[in-house]
């Protein structure tokens, strides 16, 4: 038998002022994250801009061959938090925005080797909007948002919300579903511990079911505080990633509670218990 897949580890960089308070571990620039999280030992750092223009690539390529690191994603979500956009608004133009908005972090992340992140901008059926129409536009833009990923050598990953953030998929099966049946094989999962602690009756049977689906996962606690912070039985979820072969990124999408430091050093606490292989 072959080695067991191996994981890598990443923590979370918030550029966005907006996003203070959320489950950003370094909010304190590009410089501060990615010499913290070099001098912990991480393997990479996944970054939240408020727009693509935020991220000094030629900066960002510097920081990462001094402190020997990568970029494990990059995320949009400051589409919807700055601007309220998302890619099933009733509004043809703020879907317009909101798909370039994206597009254009697709390039910078691709720049880096890394895949963008669409979460929150996927939105919700409401009002005059059903649910119909609402997956048609989205299948619409993930086609095409992929399709540009693709031309550029990478992936583009999809996050399920909990049901208090969205409507249109929840869990990991019934996501991984929906996402076979676009015309497109470049969008994985970004799979949200803490998200499927709420929304997952089980969350390692759930990460089965998605199998090579699975491109991405946050590393949470049920409390979104570090993992071993909160009731999260992290074994059989590594367990789990380990048979469906997966050998991305467990990122610290986490609240930087007590203080960053602390919940940065929990977390590779618990990725090298969990995850490290022997």
């Not at 969008?187 to 689906?213: K, Q, T, W, Y």
Request: net charge negative.
């Amino acid at each position: 038998m072959g080695s067991p897949p191996s994981f890598r580890s990443a923590v979370t960089l918030s550029l966005v002022p907006e996003a203070k308070g959320g489950p950003f571990v370094y909010c304190q620039g590009l410089a501060h994250g990615c010499e913290r999280a070099a001098a912990l030992g991480f393997d990479a750092v996944e970054i939240f801009p408020p727009a693509a223009a935020a991220i000094n690539q030629a900066e960002l390529a510097g920081l990462l061959l001094r402190h020997r690191l990568t970029v494990a994603a990059v995320g949009t979500g400051a589409g919807w938090l700055i601007h309220k956009w998302t890619l099933t608004h009733s509004d043809e133009v703020v879907r317009r925005l909101a798909r370039e908005f994206i597009r254009t972090i697709i390039e910078t992340a691709a720049a880096f080797g890394a895949p963008a992140i669409i979460g929150s901008m996927q939105g919700r059926w409401e009002g005059g909007v059903d649910r119909a129409q609402a997956l048609a536009w989205l299948a619409e833009a993930l086609e095409d948002l992929s399709a540009h990923a693709g031309a550029l050598g990478v992936t583009l990953l999809y996050e399920p919300l909990n049901r208090y953030e969205t409507n249109l998929f929840n869990r990991l099966g019934d996501t991984a579903e929906w996402l076979r049946t676009l015309r497109t094989d470049r969008v994985r999962i970004l799979a949200d511990l803490f998200h499927m602690n709420i929304e997952e009756a089980d969350p390692a049977s759930a990460l089965r079911a998605a199998g090579a689906m699975v491109g991405h996962v946050h590393f949470a606690d049920s409390n979104r505080h570090a993992v071993g912070f909160g009731h999260t039985d992290v074994a059989p979820i590594v367990a789990a990633l380990r048979e469906i072969g997966y050998a991305g990124y467990l990122s610290a999408e986490i609240v930087p509670l007590p203080d960053a430091e602390t919940a940065a050093r929990q977390t590779l606490a618990a990725f090298r218990q969990h995850a490290v292989s022997a």
